[in-house]
């Protein structure tokens, strides 16, 4: 993968959560033990030990470093969706062979909204953390597989087949893996990508701008669309346009890299969470022709503007300010599906895969 | 705003499946009643918690109209601080108050004087030329019902209110009560409809606001396993309570015109028995919603006599008592109340819905003011076993508990076997409590007018729901303002009201839950 992109689902470390309890096994997983600890994070609450579970989260990292920088996404999450967060950490690369496991609860409204086992197994230990997984999700709640590593190998078939949905950001790798989710989802794998929530405003404005009662007559001859991506052509970018391809037919497209990223802001993580910065390869501007109409959208710090202009001298038509789509705020939208396809977004990134360069893969 | 083409046009491409939900269109809301309560309380921090979650377009603007005398920046700077109060987010985010505050604007202004309305007008095109507004309209009628005509023919002879079909929009929210029985309801119906069409016109009713109210739809239509028992077969009866604590805080101007029954009973109270009752709509759209809460409202029984009256109504009066440790007066000894009111604080009353689902269940309903404590709530008893496997006595029915508030939820009461002994079944309870779930939700206002901004009138009461209610009510305000009515029954405060209201159930051989 390459750096400049960044990393999957990565918001920044959350303080180390209080009353952590931790195990370290010799010889393979002792689940009982795991359970065990559970019960004491719960107990050591007093009152309010009542769990509350909407779902399995199980999030998959391949360096604690990974995980340590996604922490504040899944807790923001899970903060929207109580579950059990099961993360396994599988750094094979490192020596010696360890396998430990740090269980934790986050308490919320008198109630415990997240339990949180992290098994960290390097070396051979890998090989258990599958088995040690399936022995600890609920059963009556779906499983949400976060997806850390790059769409390919054993582990991710498996997790395909035994989960109700798989979460990722293509957003996060260049563009070129969009490929390789593509062939996931023709496969019918369930796919949730953070780059496609991400694009979820330019969407919504571009469809808001159409049903306004003056433009609603250029619904129909929508011809060409282009976007433009900040520093590098991106996901997000590929995605918009290959949305629109699967919603008008004949539609020419066009998509190229222009300026560059904004600075990381000097505090990260406000209190009041606000837009995200424009980051490298993210959309920066869209534009879509319905002669004589030209629709512009383009992002202006934390707000998105909508322009007409075409057999009038051209004027914005709206204007929306842009959630503050961090991280952990996306992964939360894309928790609201919790099984099966997003058929909008299988489309669109069969769709987004066509406009790579051939032999892509 | 939802999508909804006309027969003759091309639907939008873009919008079918999209996850995201739509911003409304650009939009300036005039306020009227700009420095009231409502307006500090509940209005300005509903619209500033909207846009800090990017709810709002940023094309927005907000319009106050009061008497008052206030500047723009004084009006901006008067709201900033309700906020600092009032929001349920704080601290004030200044990056995004700057935004907001920037579109804040007030005209000052007796609604009798055209004038106010001219100046309006003027401050409205303003912040089309600078807010980008489009000339869509939204106005809040935070006002006493008496101004409504004023406001409404005001507005028209002003050129402010857009026909339905033009493309800048024109919304008007009012705010209950909508009349003080059917005939003012009809009256002001014909008048407001006079100058709007049905579809411009949003009647809140701040309980539909309430995520658990709305969750009621989901719970009953998004799951398999209740629906096939919510009928005669398999329910008993049905009891809903919504008990205050509080007394009636200063406002027995209010009050002593509106009693139990307008204040909570024709408008929140129906609104739960509709929706526990409705069939399933045949979409989740405004019209097909309320066209099956209104089948409910007219199939309930209306009462034709005094006698009727009496035999299914017990009517209460709180007298001095505690609450929550605390002495509190009595009704009669509240600031501003007539010696000798008659003005009922509490109800209880039983009706029949008369439908094929329905019919011989009775729906118990209590509401009053000065109760033990706070509580909402739908309970559905479910019938009893028809042979007690396990000795007399040893089971109590089922019962669905769906919590409004406080402690938002659902419980189901259900048998289980103490572990041990032989056979001997324990009534225990499966309890979901929303909060713990889902953490904080937003207010009911915020869910309200965001969805008055979009033009969504699902969660709002179209004309003829507030008439069939008042039908309802008002059958029974007809016995009860009588003179030859009894007067209500006195129950101290801090009480589930009168004993009657316990007899009314005890009567057909049931009971009011304990809260």
């Known amino acids: 993968m390459s750096e400049q992109y960044g990393e999957p689902i990565a918001a920044g470390a959350a303080p180390h959560p209080a009353g952590e309890l931790e195990v370290r096994f010799d010889r393979g997983v002792d689940l009982a033990r795991i359970e065990q600890l559970l019960q004491q994070a719960r107990d050591r609450g007093g009152t309010g030990q009542e769990s509350v579970c909407t779902l399995n989260l199980v999030a998959i990292y391949f360096t604690q470093g990974q995980y340590e920088r996604a922490r504040e996404a899944l807790e923001v999450a899970g903060s929207a969706h109580p579950c059990r967060l099961l993360v396994l950490v599988a750094d094979q690369l490192t020596e010696p062979e360890s396998l430990t496991a740090r269980v934790s609860v986050v308490r919320s409204g008198g109630a415990i909204s997240m339990e949180r086992i992290v098994l960290t197994a390097t070396g051979r230990a890998v090989r258990h953390l599958e088995s040690a997984m399936t022995g600890l999700l609920h059963t009556e709640v779906p499983l949400v597989v976060i997806w850390g590593g790059r769409p390919q190998g054993d582990l991710l078939v498996r997790a395909v087949e035994s989960a109700d949905r798989i979460i990722g950001d293509s957003g996060a790798r260049p563009p070129t893996f969009l490929a390789d989710v593509a062939k996931l989802v023709a496969r019918g794998a369930p796919i949730g990508d953070l780059a496609w929530a991400r694009i979820f405003p330019w969407q919504s404005l571009a469809a808001d701008v159409l049903d306004l009662p003056n433009l609603r007559e250029h619904r129909g001859n929508i011809r060409t669309a282009r976007v433009v991506c900040a520093g590098a052509v991106g996901a997000e970018g590929l995605l918009l346009l290959g949305w629109m391809q699967s919603r008008v037919k004949r539609l020419s497209v066009a998509i190229h890299a222009e300026g560059q990223p904004e600075e990381e802001p000097e505090t990260s993580h406000a209190v009041i969470p606000r837009a995200e910065r424009l980051g490298l390869g993210h959309v920066s501007r869209f534009e879509f022709t319905s002669p004589p109409a030209t629709f512009t959208l383009r992002r202006e710090r934390g707000l998105l503007l909508a322009e007409v202009k075409g057999d009038d001298d051209g004027y914005v038509v709206n204007r929306v300010r842009l959630p503050p789509d961090t991280p952990g705020r996306l992964l939360g939208l894309e928790l609201k599906l919790l099984a099966g396809h997003d058929e909008l977004y299988a489309a669109a990134v069969q769709a987004a895969a066509k406009l790579l360069p051939t032999g892509t893969s | ?515």
């Open chain 2, 1 to 515: 705003m939802p999508y909804a083409p006309e027969h003759d046009e091309v639907p939008n491409p873009l919008r079918p499946g999209l996850r995201a939900e739509s911003t409304p269109e650009p939009c300036a809301v005039v306020i009227f009643g700009a420095s009231g309560d409502l307006a500090h309380r509940k209005l300005v921090p509903a619209l500033y918690n909207l846009a800090l979650g990017a709810h709002l377009p940023a094309a927005f603007g907000i319009v106050g109209v009061s008497k008052s005398a206030f500047s723009h920046e004084e009006y901006a700077r008067d709201m900033r601080e309700a906020l600092g109060r009032f929001s349920r987010t704080k601290p004030v985010d200044p990056e995004i108050w700057q935004d907001f505050g920037a579109g804040m604007r007030y005209v000052s202004g007796s609604f009798d004087d055209p004038d106010t309305f001219a100046r309006l007008r003027s401050q409205l095109e303003e912040l089309d030329r600078t807010r980008v507004t489009r000339g869509n309209r939204l106005y809040y009628f935070a006002t006493p019902p008496s101004t409504f005509p004023t406001l409404l023919r005001q507005l028209k002879s002003a050129g402010l209110i857009n026909p339905p079909l033009h493309p800048a929009f024109t919304r008007v929210v009012i705010e209950k009560p909508f009349g003080r029985d059917l005939a003012s309801a009809r009256a002001l119906n014909r008048l407001v409809l006079e100058t709007c069409d049905e579809k411009q016109v949003f009647r809140i009713d701040h309980y539909l606001g309430k995520e658990t109210v709305q969750n009621l739809l989901v719970f009953r239509f998004a799951n398999s396993i209740f629906e096939p028992i919510w009928n005669r077969r398999y329910v008993d009866h049905v009891q809903i309570t919504a008990g205050e604590e509080l007394g009636i805080e200063g406002r027995a101007r209010y009050y002593e015109e509106a009693g139990i029954m307008r204040d909570m009973i024709q408008n929140h109270v129906l609104q739960l028995v509709c929706l526990s009752a409705m069939e399933p709509p045949v979409a989740f759209d405004a019209d097909a919603v309320r066209d099956e809460k209104i089948k409910v409202l007219r199939a309930v029984e209306t009462f034709d006599s005094p006698d009727q009256v009496q035999r299914n109504v017990v009517l209460g009066q709180y007298t001095a008592g505690s609450v929550a440790g605390a002495d509190v007066p009595g009704y009669q000894q509240e600031k501003d109340v007539t010696q000798g009111s008659r003005t009922p604080t509490f109800v209880s009353l039983r009706l029949n819905i008369r439908s094929w689902r329905w019919d011989g269940v009775p729906f118990y309903i209590r509401s009053g003011k000065r109760m033990p404590k706070r509580a909402t709530e739908i309970a559905v008893h479910f019938r009893p076993l028809p042979h007690s496997l396990f000795g007399a006595g040893t089971t109590l029915p089922n019962v669905l508990i769906i919590r409004v508030q406080p402690q938002e939820g659902i419980a189901l009461r259900f048998s289980a076997k103490v572990p041990g002994e032989r056979y001997r079944p324990r009534t225990v309870s499966m309890d979901f409590r929303y909060g713990s779930a889902f953490g904080a939700t937003p207010e009911a206002y915020e869910r309200l007018l965001l969805d008055a901004l979009r033009g969504d009138q699902t969660l709002f009461t179209r004309r003829d729901e507030v008439e069939a209610a008042w039908k309802i009510a008002g059958s029974i305000l007809a016995a009860t303002e009588s003179s030859e009515f009894p007067p209500p029954h006195p129950y101290p405060a801090g009480t589930w009201g009168p004993q009657s209201a316990d007899q009314l159930l005890a009567g057909d051989g049931r009971a009011w839950r304990r809260l």
